[in-house]
């Protein structure tokens, strides 16, 4: 049976994550938390691009209409 979104949100807490957004940003951290509207918190966060170093965020917010996916 498959699940719901938000199972599998809850069933990456305090794991790393991939976040893309619209747009093409990408983020990589640890999910700390989400709500209903998908708004995730990411620890020791930091923003992917290619052919580039990334760059180290900290805690970061990301607005849930703003996302296509979150890959655990």
Do not use: C
């Not at 049976?1 to 305090?14: E, F, I, Y």
């Not at 957004?21 to 989400?34: D, H, I, N, T």
């Amino acid at each position: 049976m498959s699940q719901r979104p938000l199972d599998v949100l809850n069933d990456a807490l305090n794991s790393p994550v991939i976040v893309r957004l619209k747009g093409g940003r990408e983020f990589r951290g640890e999910l700390q938390g989400y709500d209903m509207h998908m708004n995730l918190v990411l620890d020791n966060a930091e923003e992917l691009k290619e052919n580039e170093e990334s760059k180290k965020l900290g805690t970061i917010i990301v607005r849930g209409d703003t996302v296509v996916y979150v890959s655990p």
